[in-house]
C-alpha cells in the first residue's frame, strides 16, 4: 500500500533577545522543549529542532517574525503588538495576548524642547522611527502632518545629531531616553506579545488548533500562579 504524505514540521518563529528569554516557560508550558543550542547565545543557527519531532522552531528577528507567518514561511510565532500594528498583515490571526514583552509605544523629545512646547499645537512634525505607519496613522488621527524617517535603531540619536527633533520607539523604563536628554510627551499604544498564526495553516493544519489551546493554557496557569 502506498504511504500517506508525511507532514512537514509545524514552524514556529520566535524574536530573538528579551521576549525569547520571557517566552521560555510558555513554550515549555506548552509543551515544547527546544534543544539546547536554541538558547546558546553563541549559537549561529536559525532553525532547531524540539523534543517533538513535529514542531520546529525558528529564531529571527522581532520584526520579521510577522513576515514569516504571514507569507507561510512559519505557521506560528511569537510577535509583539507594536508590529502587528505596523504591518497590519491580514493573513495573521492573533488568538492569545501571551502576556510578556509589556512596554509602551511612545513619542519622545528633547527634555529642553519639551518644556516649551504644547503637543496641542502641532500642525506637522518630523519623527524618526521604525513604526512609520502605526507613526503617521497616530498623528493623522489628530490632524497632524508627520513627516517619517526610517530607522532600525540608536533612535534617540536622532534629535541629537539633527536627523529629527522627535522620535517614536518603545518604552520600557525610560533609562534609555533618560540618558539621552529625552522625555515622553505622548502614549500612542501599549505593547505585548501575542501568538499569531498563519490564517490558511489554521484551516489546513490539525495540529494547530491544539497547540493555540495549549498556549492558551499555559497564559492562563501562569496568570492563576
Sequence with gaps: MPQPPLIPPLIIAVPKGRILVEAMPLLAAAGIHPEAAFT???SRALRFETDNPGISLIRVRAFDVATFVAHGAAHMGIVGSDVLAEFAYSELYAPVDLGI??????????????QKNDSRGWSHVRVAT?????TARYFGDRGVQAECVKLNGAMELAPTLGLAPRIVD????????????LVEVAHIMDVTSRLVVNRAAMKTRGDVVPLVDAFRRAVGERVAA
Design 40 to 42: 546558546d547565545p553563541d
Design 101 to 114: 514583552g509589556h512596554c509602551r509605544l511612545s513619542v519622545a523629545e528633547p527634555a529642553d524642547m519639551a
Design 130 to 134: 521604525k513604526y512609520p505607519h502605526v
Design 170 to 181: 518603545l518604552v520600557s523604563s525610560g533609562r534609555t531616553l533618560k540618558e539621552n536628554g
